[in-house]
Every structure is written in structure tokens, then in C-alpha cells.
């Protein structure tokens, strides 16, 4: 009876096992087969067809992980910032944040460089659907970012990022303090001193500011543009802050006329150092008791400009 009754459960066991392993073949081929079709939609920017092909990808292999991340980018190209509040229009949005993070989720541990750069382009989207164009909603946002410093704690931008999510809201002592650890993370970035030098410029820090410009042309000594920028910045606090007396613009003339001169001793065409020296004259004749001086100043000006647009005409020219 043992044998008798084994033998028919044995097979239909090994029946069983090879339908489902059957099933699955197909499942698996038929994921192949839309995730193809899925993307040639994509590349031709049919976002809906792509979406509606990745979602059958998905169901006949839910562990296609990578088509995740197309499906996504797929509804978030159908989200139209202009139709914001029509429910069916949001719901794209809440689906590409879905599948962002499914993505995101399962390739996680994987260490193939093309799934480690769609879990990177997978948290960079979710953070832009966060963003004020999008789902606005900062809050969700921050976590994202922090995310992204711990995959690429070398990589400036996503500090950058990060750091105007907390002015933006305010914070301005975390923000300051991401923006040095994106400094301290890369010193020999120069983006990183122009970012610091652009949050301390609007928070009204003038010393500040100058210190990272300074730091900046410190990092890259040969740069032209680097004290060319130091100067535009010195031009612009005399000119701008009337709180500044005569004194105070007279030495911010000074430094201003010292970086530009080292711009241009570096690169004697630099058309916006040749300007800016002019327009740096301009303001020390301003400042000028002795009219005989200030005439002089103002001549030397001229000569500045004149040489300026005469360079910038033979660029043009050179360029047509």
C-alpha cells in the first residue's frame, strides 16, 4: 500500500514543482519581453505606454528590481507642475515616489555599478518630486539627502543640497554647518568655497564672504576667475552698502583693485577684470577730494573701458 500510494504522490509532487517552475519560466520571459518594449517607449518619451509596459514587466517578475526606477521616471514625466491639485495628475507623482523607493529598496545591497547609480538616481528623483515644484514637502526631503551624503560622503552637491533645504526653511546654523562639511569633505573643490561665500553673502556676512572667496583662490592660485570674483564682490559691498563710510570704501576699493590687478597680470585679455578695474576706478574717484586725482582716476577708467569693448568686439569676431 506504502509503494502503492508513494509512487502517484512522488510524481504528482515532481509535476507540481515542474508546472511551477514552468509557470515561472514564462513569468520571467514575458517580464523580458514588455521590460524590452517598456523601454523603447521610454527612449522615445512615450511615458504612458512605458508605464503601462513596466507595470506588466512587474507583474510577470516582481524581481525585475531595475525596471522600479524607469517606472517611476515614467510617471513622473506624466506629473505637470502647471496641472498641480487635479488629483489624477498628483497621483502620477505618488506612484513615481513609490516605485523611486522600491527601487531604491531592492538594489540597495547590490554592487553592480548599474544598479548602485539607479539607487543614486533613484533618491536624487525623490528628492526633486519633494521638492517646491513638486509634492513641496522639505520634511521628506531631508532624510533623502542624508541618504545620499552617506552613499557619496566626497560628493559636494548632495551637502549643497541639503544645505539650502535648511535655509530655505530657516535654519540657518545647519546650514552653515553643512556647507563646511561639504567644504571639509572636499577642500580642493572650488564650488564648495563659491557656495559657502553665496550663503554668507545673503545672510549680510561680508567678512565671511571674503574669507571663502579667498579660501577659493587659495585652493586654485592659477585661476584668473577666482580673484576677478573677489574683486566683483568688493565692488559690488562699496557700492551697495550705505552703511559703509569713507574709509571703510576706500579700503575695499583698495583690496578690490589688488585682487582684479592679479587677474588680469594672469590673463591681460580678461575682459570682465578689464571692466571691473574701470568700474573699481570709477568708485575711487568718487571717493577722491583732490579733483586733479579724480580726473585722473576717471581718464584711467575711460582708457579701461575703451580697451574692454575693443577686446570683447575682437572675440566676437573671432567666435563668427
Do not use: H
Not at 139 to 148: D, H, L, S, T, Y
Not at 187 to 216: C, H, S, W
Not at 246 to 268: N, Q, T, Y
Request: charged fraction near 25%; proline fraction near 5%.
Amino acid at each position: 500500500m506504502r509503494a502503492f500510494w508513494g509512487a502517484p504522490l512522488a510524481l504528482s509532487a515532481a509535476l507540481a514543482i515542474s508546472a511551477s517552475v514552468g509557470c515561472q519560466q514564462v513569468g520571467v520571459v514575458a517580464a523580458k519581453r514588455s521590460f524590452k518594449a517598456a523601454n523603447a517607449a521610454y527612449q522615445s518619451q512615450d511615458y504612458k505606454k512605458a508605464s503601462e509596459l513596466y507595470e506588466e514587466a512587474l507583474k510577470s517578475d516582481p524581481n525585475l528590481s531595475q525596471a522600479y526606477f524607469y517606472l517611476g521616471n515614467s510617471y513622473d514625466n506624466q506629473f505637470k507642475s502647471s496641472k498641480r491639485g487635479d488629483p489624477n495628475n498628483d497621483a502620477f507623482l505618488t506612484k513615481a515616489v513609490e516605485n523611486y523607493k522600491l527601487c531604491a529598496d531592492k538594489l540597495s545591497a547590490s554592487q553592480e555599478p548599474t544598479d548602485k547609480q539607479l539607487v543614486t538616481r533613484s533618491y536624487e528623483y525623490l528628492q526633486a518630486a519633494y521638492g517646491p515644484e513638486k509634492l513641496n514637502d522639505p520634511g521628506q526631503a531631508e532624510p533623502i539627502v542624508q541618504k545620499m551624503i552617506q552613499m557619496e560622503p566626497n560628493e559636494p552637491s548632495n551637502y549643497f543640497v541639503l544645505a539650502k533645504l535648511y535655509e530655505d526653511a530657516g535654519a540657518y546654523p545647519e546650514a552653515e554647518q553643512t556647507l563646511i562639511n561639504a567644504r571639509n569633505a572636499k577642500p580642493t573643490d572650488p564650488a564648495v568655497y563659491m557656495t559657502l561665500a553665496g550663503f554668507y553673502n545673503r545672510q549680510g556676512q561680508f567678512d565671511k564672504t571674503i574669507e571663502a572667496l579667498e579660501a577659493r583662490a587659495k585652493a586654485e592660485p592659477n585661476n584668473p576667475d577666482a580673484f576677478q570674483t573677489i574683486a566683483a564682490y568688493y565692488w559690488d559691498e562699496t557700492r551697495g552698502d550705505a552703511s559703509l563710510n569713507d574709509a571703510k570704501k576706500k579700503e575695499f576699493v583698495g583690496k578690490g583693485l589688488e585682487a582684479v590687478d592679479k587677474a588680469i597680470s594672469m590673463k591681460s585679455d580678461f575682459v570682465e577684470a578689464i571692466t571691473f578695474k574701470g568700474l573699481l576706478l570709477r568708485l575711487q574717484a568718487n571717493l577722491e577730494k583732490d579733483p586733479a586725482k579724480q580726473q585722473q582716476l576717471i581718464k584711467e577708467a575711460s582708457g579701461l573701458s575703451d580697451r574692454a569693448n575693443d577686446l570683447r568686439k575682437q572675440q566676437t569676431s573671432g567666435k563668427s
